[in-house]
């Protein structure tokens, strides 16, 4: 039997839509393991966010396939290609800040970035949650800088950091607490003072 609900609020349909897709006629079906990672996204991010909200929340972009991640210009290791990242977009009044500060406030996921806009609304909001490793709960923020994406790392107390080939140089003003896995709940297991570098 067809799939045609990823959770109560999301259709297969909707999930999968790409317009870039249909005018070009790109193939743009998840395979057993991506649809399992979208519902699973589906029920720890958006459920709860409808929930809580009560009003409609617009869903950007769901699943990409290989080739229309390729043709739209996404990165290589995008987790839209795996089934584990939506672009959501406020409506009815509820606006991406309030999506972005519930989710980071109330959920688990990976990566949560506010992308671009200003500093008081992002254009929209980007959440990924995955089933194989364990979330991270990186908070990110996309700017545009001469013509370029450039993606800001933020910890958990909004410490900007930098990010350089996957290595994080955190501006420590006090002690920053080093845990095994990214969650607050998570067993401290260093901790790192000013003017120390954690590689």
């Known amino acids: 039997m067809a799939t045609t609900k990823i959770s109560q609020h999301i259709s297969y349909k909707e999930s999968t839509h790409s317009d870039t897709a249909t005018r070009r006629g790109i193939k743009n079906t998840p395979n057993e393991t991506e649809l399992k990672a979208m519902k699973k996204l589906a029920e720890k991010i958006f459920e709860p966010l409808r929930l809580y909200f009560n009003e409609p929340i617009k869903i950007n972009s769901f699943y990409r396939s290989m080739a229309l991640n390729k043709q739209i210009g996404g990165s290589k290791t995008s987790q839209h290609c795996k089934g584990e990242a939506i672009d959501l977009d406020g409506m009815n009044g509820i606006s991406n ?9 109330n959920l688990e ?16 909001v980007h959440v990924s949650y995955t089933i194989t ?22 910890n958990s107390t909004n410490t900007p950091t930098k990010l350089t080939n996957n290595i994080a140089i955190v501006n420590v003003s006090t002690t920053l607490n080093v845990r095994e896995k990214g969650s607050e709940k998570a067993k401290i297991i260093g901790k790192l003072k000013i003017k120390k570098k954690l590689i």
Do not use: C
């Not at 990976?110 to 254009?123: A, C, H, R, T, V």
């Not at 490793?133 to 933020?154: D, H, P």
């Open 97 to 105: 800040k309030q999506l972005y500060d519930f989710i980071k406030n």
């Open 109 to 124: 996921f990976d990566q949560l970035i506010w992308e671009f806009g200003s500093d008081k609304n992002p254009d929209w």
């Open 133 to 154: 490793k364990t979330n991270r709960k990186q908070l990110l923020k996309a700017e545009r800088k001469n013509g370029k994406s450039v993606y800001t790392l933020i």
